[in-house]
């Protein structure tokens, strides 16, 4: 049996003023208010987006 690995992704900035892309990211993943946190699986996917805006958010394994 395995488990899938998860990331623990908080808001920790306002996405207002930013690039409308990465406001819609910050939705994307889920992420609505500051210190928001959300717990999402570890993808390619998710790990582009967070990659994207690693400015507005801080992850934990």
Not at 29 to 49: F, S, W
């Amino acid at each position: 049996m395995t488990s899938k690995k998860m990331l623990k992704v908080k808001l920790v900035r306002s996405p207002i003023g930013c690039k409308a892309a990465h406001r819609q990211t910050v939705v994307g993943l889920g992420l609505k208010k500051i210190h928001q946190v959300r717990e999402l699986e570890d993808t390619p996917c998710v790990r582009g987006m967070i990659n994207k805006i690693s400015y507005l958010v801080d992850v934990k394994d």
